[in-house]
């Protein structure tokens, strides 16, 4: 049995008039994430990082941020795609470890929903799946709350 790492990593600006999707979850915010899809940073780190560890390219080479099928795209629709892609592979994802860097808001009392949002999508079990948040102390667009990033690891297994 051969396990890969994968790295995935991404970062979006924040926009009034847009809903705050952060791993599969809303988020009360008066500000959301501005893409192509929801936007949703984690979920979009999580998926490279996914796609990495199984040697399957990238998020854009799957849903295409110029394609007009995936505007507004729920990205944790496009997340159960990826985990099918994945095991047809033959890679089953043995862990996922992200983090979410925001300056605002707090994301305590979201991170257990979203923990489940990403196992349900890969099809893993929630305890194989590790959120963080961590803020940017003021430094950078990040810590000026125009933006926000995530960073995520995963492990898979042939």
């Not at 996922?96 to 994301?107: F, M, N, S």
Request: hydrophobic residues 45%; negative net charge.
């Amino acid at each position: 049995m051969s396990q890969r790492v994968g790295l995935g990593y991404d970062i979006h600006r924040l926009a009034a008039g847009r809903r705050l999707v952060l791993g599969g979850v809303a988020i009360e915010h008066p500000t959301g994430l501005v893409g192509h899809s929801d936007g949703d940073v984690l979920l979009h780190a999580v998926m490279d990082a996914v796609l990495g560890a199984a040697d399957l390219g990238d998020l854009g080479s799957h849903f295409p941020s110029d394609d007009p099928r995936f505007a507004g795209a729920d990205s944790a629709e496009l997340l159960r795609q990826i985990g099918s892609k994945v095991r047809e592979a033959g890679y089953a994802v043995a862990s996922i470890d992200a983090t979410v860097i925001a300056e605002t808001p707090r994301l305590v009392a979201h991170i257990a929903a979203m923990r489940r949002t990403v196992a349900n999508g890969l099809g893993i079990a929630p305890e194989t799946v590790s959120v963080k948040a961590k803020t940017n102390d003021g430094v950078g667009e990040i810590g000026a709350g125009d933006a926000i990033a995530a960073l995520a690891v995963a492990l898979a297994t042939k």
